[in-house]
């Protein structure tokens, strides 16, 4: 089955310790993509990765990390997590960066909170 | 900058009713609006995609209607019911821009009653 994986799906964590939320796509597809989504505030871009070692940053990308090493993966990596970090986090994939009218294919998300 | 506005942010529909959800943009760049829907615990997934050379797409009981002059465009969900409760999102992006980019307006919580 054509997936995105998220893990973990829920994360509980304290301020300052790092974590990484991983993802893996088994479509082959080139373009990457984080978002995290807040009440009254949608889903908003924080990394985006247009192949294997191509990253750029999306509209919020401060205190967040990616890397690119692999096709298919796409670790998010907080490096020191604040409060203002709690938030529901999706990967998405589209098989390449000129897949204008091709549908993102999300993750079921992780639900990270930082105390 | 919010470049995609939408409304209502939420919205409760009786059953049977109509659900209209709209958005406007700024960008006159923007030439592919697609509007995903989110259940609980789920991430988005298209539901409905139109481009500016047509006025309405419909597909089922999901219609899409688009107004270029007004830069505006809604999603109508006919005989709404309570299966169709999620989060809407519309979306706009530019094809062509060298890199697959979407902006998301920020989302309608639907809840469609008995």
């Known amino acids: 089955e054509a997936q995105v994986t998220q893990n973990p799906r829920y994360l509980i964590t304290v301020t300052g310790k790092k974590l990484t939320v991983t993802c893996s796509q088994n479509?082959?597809?080139?373009?990457m993509s984080w978002y995290r989504q807040d009440p009254g505030l949608g889903l908003r871009q924080i990394y985006y990765?247009?192949?294997?070692?191509?990253?750029d940053k999306g509209d919020v990308p401060e205190g967040y990390k990616v890397s690119r090493k692999e096709k298919r993966n796409f670790p998010l990596i907080l490096e020191s997590p604040s409060p203002n970090q709690t938030s529901l986090y999706f990967c998405?994939?589209?098989?390449?960066?000129?897949?204008?009218?091709?549908?993102?294919?999300f993750g079921n998300g992780t639900r990270l909170t930082v105390t | 900058q919010q470049q995609v506005k939408q409304s209502p942010q939420s919205l409760i529909v009786q059953k049977g009713g109509i659900s209209i959800i709209n958005c406007a943009y700024e960008?006159?760049?923007?030439?592919?609006f697609p509007w995903y829907q989110q259940f609980p615990g789920k991430g988005p997934a298209l539901l409905i995609a139109?481009?500016?050379?047509?006025s309405e797409k419909k597909e089922g009981r999901f219609t899409i209607s688009f107004n270029k002059s007004a830069k505006q465009f809604s999603l109508h969900i006919m005989d709404s019911q309570p299966g169709d409760s999620a989060t809407y999102f519309c979306?706009?992006?530019?094809?062509?821009?060298?890199?697959?980019?979407?902006?998301f307006g920020k989302g309608t919580k639907l809840s469609v009653i008995p």
């Open positions: 998405a994939s589209v098989p390449s960066p000129s897949s204008y009218n091709s549908p993102l294919h």
């Open positions: 479509m082959n597809h080139e373009y």
């Open positions: 990765s247009m192949n294997v070692e191509v990253t």
């Open positions: 960008n006159t760049a923007f030439d592919y």
């Open positions: 139109i481009r500016p050379d047509v």
């Open positions: 979306a706009a992006s530019t094809t062509g821009a060298g890199s697959y980019q979407l902006t």
